[in-house]
């Protein structure tokens, strides 16, 4: 007698949708206001003059003008100092 085996459902196949994050506008380069500089998780990158945080941590500009970024050692609750990136527009 001929059998088949039953085909259940494979659990291959299923992916997510790239969320497009990372930076849209860079250091140099002219943004108007309301205008998307970095899509991000997270606060990899910080606000800086003239950038507004939004409710997913994407940084928008608040302001029209010059994209600059900028390192700065900062300190930390614990007093250990780290890096951090900070993003401004610059009129």
């Known amino acids: 007698m001929a ?3 039953a085909g259940g459902s494979t659990q291959l196949g299923r992916d997510s949708a790239a969320q ?4 849209k506008i860079f ?3 002219k943004a108007r206001a309301g ?4 899509r991000q998780r997270g606060s ?9 945080r939004a409710g997913d941590d ?3 500009a608040a ?5 600059k970024f900028a390192a700065k050692k900062i300190k930390r609750f614990s007093g250990v100092l780290k890096k951090a ?4 527009v610059e009129k």
């Open 3 to 5: 059998h088949k085996k």
């Open 20 to 23: 497009r994050l990372g930076v």
């Open 27 to 29: 250091g140099g380069q």
């Open 35 to 38: 205008e998307i500089i970095i």
């Open 44 to 52: 990899h990158y910080r606000a800086g003059d003239g950038v507004r």
């Open 58 to 60: 994407t940084l928008y």
């Open 63 to 67: 302001s029209t003008g010059v994209v």
């Open 85 to 88: 990136v900070f993003v401004s």
